[in-house]
């Protein structure tokens, strides 16, 4: 069993590689947090699967190895924006 918390909020960070997939280029923008609809974890893989729903609401099972860790969140919002992680203090 996977447990996970309600207002888990992940952004994108593509692999690279000849056969990585590309979930930038399926609806997913860089700057924004996707809620975390569900896991699913099949037997036969050591991958996790996350359920998210992407900017033109769609879902899609999205491999663990392509998200990181943008926040807990306690809001309804499916997306949200994320400030820039380049900016600076002094911006």
């Given at each position: ?5 309600p ?10 590689g000849?056969r990585?997939?590309?979930?930038l280029s399926s609806g997913f ?5 996707y ?8 037997s ?5 699967y996350?359920?998210?729903p992407n900017d033109?609401?769609e ?7 392509h998200l990181?860790?943008?926040g807990?969140?306690d809001t309804?919002?499916?997306h949200?924006?994320l400030?820039?992680?380049h ?5």
């Open positions: 069993m996977i447990a996970f918390h207002h888990l909020f992940v952004r994108i960070v593509e692999l690279d000849p990585a997939p590309m979930p923008s860089e700057g924004r947090a809620r975390v609809l569900g896991v699913y974890n099949p036969e893989s050591s991958d996790a996350f359920i998210l033109r609401d879902m899609w099972f999205i491999c663990q190895r990181r860790f943008a807990l969140h309804s919002a499916h949200l924006d400030p820039d992680l900016a600076t203090a002094a911006d």
